[in-house]
């Protein structure tokens, strides 16, 4: 297994755990944090199922080219560190917005989904080549 694909299913299983220990914690009566629900699904959809599916798609689907089976390892690492970086901005200042409102942790959050946005565009620009028949 690539190392690329090794760090997507390695990054996924950690935000699995930390979503689903948010999760439980929101569950707690009286220590919910407002703006951690959010936080919850970003985790669990983009953090563990999206970062999973990334991950096996650039290792199981068919060969870019024989220099470079995967596509550009560059573009691979760039759509690791967008959709990661994306996601610790939402685990930052979701709840910190929904504690005390900023312009500051407005943006961060729109520069968390500009992030996340520009990983699945890099992720089809990557595999939209590997799509092919025979």
Known sequence: MPVLTRSFVKASLITLVVGLLIGIWQQIPGFGIPGLSPVYLHLLTFGWLTQLIFGVALWMFPVYTKEQPRGPAWLGWT????????????????????????????????????????????????????????
Do not use: D, H, T, Y
């Open 79 to 134: 759509i690791f560190a967008c959709l990661n970086l994306g996601l610790l901005l939402r685990l930052i200042f979701e709840p910190l917005q929904g504690l005390a409102p900023s312009i500051i942790g407005g943006w961060m959050l729109v520069l968390s989904a500009l992030l996340q946005w520009l990983a699945g565009v890099g992720f089809i620009i990557n595999i939209w080549p590997r799509v092919r028949g025979k």
